[in-house]
């Protein structure tokens, strides 16, 4: 059967209604497969006559994708799944069953110590079907070569084999081209002290980093830098933020330039400026990234709930410059805090510390709870605690029968944890709590609100 003929063009169509394909597909597929028998009857291209004999299997299609499928049916993989990867890799349409059941075994086997399993390599392989053609040691060759190059600066090899499994392109990169990626973005950047140490941690963490152009990488950060620097943006303070928040790196600048302008034009008038909350942003890096409806929300949120208490959204943006979390929580988390603290006032448990200077004039508050919001708003940290942190405190203050002072609401948690066993009867700490404690003390520990305790083996 020559390549030329005309019984090529049927064998190949009769071949593909076999398979669950749409029109459509086997109308794309069909001059590709065309295309690569021409390329394989004449070993592409050098040597021109070679013709497919008339009971040729080259063209048996589906036998060719049950036998894959079946090999690696304990893994998951269907026919439906392997015909999609063919699809976008044609090669597969005609390569040996032993062929591709070697490279995924070969690539997995070789690093099956460090956590690759086959199943794992499977999906990385239907995602970049290239990888079911690649020879194991092409791409172990790849992924050996990038360790061995950042070695000293700390890259393991289980930790590079995590991260390409969520961008499987990275498995047949080679080790020159990702390399010179990051060392062409932290050469760049040197001088305002970017390492490679941490810039393979933040790649670590977003992928896309490793073979992203480092011209595009460098355009998004001085895109960013020079647009706010008359506002006090410097280029450490900045590359700092994007190692902890990998996503500005490749973020666009107009992206990021839009949620920093778009959030100060939206409380312009309640005195939020530029310099400000660029601040708060370099503390809590993925206020970079966030959208100016999504943050505004989240203020107004919090403030609408309390506008009759004189919760204003001025006083309450000055406390999230001090506690930029505040910006991204949500309100209904903000809220339930202020709740309880007021629960707390109203009931007595919760007394606000006493001024340091003593003021020459009382003031009568507009707002029966005005004090309570003066005392959180200059100290939001209180807002941003968990739940199970600002119940302890008021465990501690109801069993203890104690009123709270500075100390109690300042504390690191641990130390209101041990003075709280220790009231409930168990003297220290340090040894486990026993099964015939107190039994409010274990229920405190069950219920998680005593989380430094450890229970006595039963």
Same mark, same amino acid.
């Given at each position: 059967?020559? +390549?030329?003929?005309?019984?090529?063009?049927?064998?190949?169509?009769?071949?593909?209604?076999?398979?669950?394909?749409?029109?459509?597909?086997?109308?794309?597929?069909?001059?590709?497969?065309?295309?690569?028998?021409?390329?394989?009857?004449?070993?592409?291209?050098?040597?021109?006559?070679?013709? @497919?004999?008339?009971?040729?299997?080259?063209?048996?299609?589906?036998?060719?994708?049950?036998?894959?499928?079946?090999?690696?049916?304990?893994?998951?993989?269907?026919?439906?799944?392997?015909?999609?990867?063919?699809?976008?890799?044609?090669?597969?349409?005609?390569?040996?069953?032993?062929?591709?059941?070697?490279?995924?075994?070969?690539? %997995?086997?070789?690093?099956?110590?460090?956590?690759?399993?086959?199943?794992?390599?499977?999906?990385?392989?239907?995602? /970049?079907?290239?990888?079911?053609?690649?020879?194991?040691?092409?791409?172990?060759?790849?992924?050996?070569?990038?360790?061995?190059?950042?070695?000293?600066?700390?890259?393991?090899?289980?930790?590079?084999?995590?991260?390409?499994?969520?961008?499987?392109?990275?498995?047949?990169?080679?080790?020159?081209?990702?390399?010179?990626?990051?060392?062409?973005?932290?050469?760049?950047?040197?001088?305002?002290?970017?390492?490679?140490?941490?810039?393979?941690?933040?790649?670590?963490?977003?992928?896309?980093?490793?073979?992203?152009?480092?011209?595009?990488?460098?355009?998004?950060?001085?895109?960013?830098?020079?647009?706010?620097?008359?506002?006090?943006?410097?280029?450490?303070?900045?590359?700092?933020?994007?190692?902890?928040?990998?996503?500005?790196?490749?973020?666009?600048?107009?992206?990021?330039? %839009?949620?920093?302008?778009?959030?100060?034009?939206?409380?312009?008038?309640?005195?939020?400026?530029?310099?400000?909350?660029?601040?708060? %942003?370099?503390?809590?890096?993925?206020?970079?990234?966030?959208?100016?409806?999504? +943050?505004?929300?989240?203020?107004?949120?919090?403030?609408?709930?309390?506008?009759?208490?004189?919760?204003?959204?001025?006083?309450?943006?000055?406390? %999230?410059?001090?506690?930029?979390?505040? @910006?991204?929580?949500?309100?209904?988390?903000?809220?339930? /805090?202020?709740?309880?603290?007021?629960?707390?006032?109203?009931?007595?448990? @919760?007394?606000?510390?006493?001024?340091?200077?003593?003021?020459?004039?009382?003031?009568? /508050?507009?707002?029966?709870?005005?004090?309570?919001?003066?005392?959180?708003?200059?100290?939001?940290?209180?807002?941003?605690?968990?739940?199970?942190?600002?119940?302890?405190?008021?465990?501690?203050?109801?069993?203890?029968?104690?009123?709270?002072?500075?100390?109690?609401? @300042?504390?690191?948690?641990?130390?209101?944890?041990?003075?709280?066993?220790?009231?409930?009867?168990?003297?220290?700490?340090?040894?486990?709590?026993?099964?015939?404690?107190?039994?409010?003390?274990?229920?405190?520990?069950?219920?998680?609100?005593?989380?430094?305790?450890?229970?006595?083996?039963?």
């Amino acid at each position: 059967m020559s +390549i030329d003929s005309d019984s090529i063009f049927p064998k190949i169509c009769e071949e593909l209604d076999k398979l669950p394909l749409s029109s459509k597909q086997k109308e794309e597929v069909t001059p590709k497969l065309l295309e690569y028998a021409r390329f394989m009857s004449t070993s592409g291209g050098k040597r021109i006559g070679v013709e @497919f004999r008339d009971d040729s299997t080259i063209f048996n299609f589906e036998k060719r994708f049950n036998i894959v499928a079946q090999h690696f049916s304990a893994e998951g993989l269907t026919v439906k799944d392997y015909l999609q990867a063919a699809l976008k890799q044609p090669a597969l349409f005609m390569q040996s069953p032993d062929t591709i059941v070697a490279n995924i075994f070969g690539v %997995a086997e070789r690093f099956g110590t460090e956590s690759l399993t086959v199943k794992d390599y499977l999906k990385a392989a239907i995602t /970049h079907p290239s990888l079911f053609c690649q020879s194991p040691a092409t791409i172990v060759a790849n992924i050996t070569g990038v360790v061995k190059r950042f070695a000293k600066q700390g890259l393991t090899l289980k930790d590079y084999l995590k991260a390409i499994l969520k961008r499987p392109a990275l498995f047949s990169r080679s080790p020159d081209t990702i390399a010179a990626n990051i060392l062409g973005v932290v050469n760049e950047f040197s001088a305002e002290g970017l390492i490679v140490r941490d810039y393979l941690k933040a790649a670590l963490k977003q992928p896309a980093l490793f073979y992203q152009s480092p011209t595009t990488i460098i355009g998004n950060i001085t895109g960013v830098i020079e647009r706010f620097a008359a506002e006090g943006l410097g280029g450490k303070d900045y590359l700092r933020a994007a190692c902890r928040q990998p996503p500005l790196f490749y973020q666009s600048p107009s992206t990021i330039i %839009a949620n920093i302008t778009g959030m100060v034009d939206q409380f312009a008038a309640e005195g939020m400026t530029a310099k400000d909350y660029l601040k708060a %942003a370099i503390k809590q890096p993925p206020l970079f990234c966030q959208s100016p409806s999504t +943050i505004a929300a989240n203020i107004t949120g919090v403030v609408e709930r309390f506008a009759e208490e004189g919760l204003t959204i001025s006083d309450y943006l000055k406390a %999230a410059i001090k506690q930029p979390p505040l @910006f991204y929580q949500k309100p209904a988390t903000i809220i339930r /805090h202020i709740e309880l603290f007021l629960a707390m006032y109203d009931s007595g448990i @919760f007394l606000l510390p006493k001024p340091r200077h003593k003021e020459e004039h009382s003031t009568l /508050h507009p707002h029966l709870h005005m004090p309570v919001f003066t005392f959180l708003l200059n100290n939001p940290i209180m807002l941003c605690r968990d739940d199970s942190n600002i119940h302890l405190r008021r465990i501690y203050m109801e069993l203890s029968g104690g009123m709270s002072n500075s100390r109690i609401l @300042f504390s690191p948690r641990h130390e209101i944890e041990r003075k709280l066993m220790q009231h409930l009867g168990h003297s220290d700490p340090a040894f486990p709590v026993s099964k015939n404690a107190n039994p409010v003390l274990l229920s405190l520990i069950h219920e998680g609100y005593i989380k430094s305790a450890s229970l006595e083996d039963l």
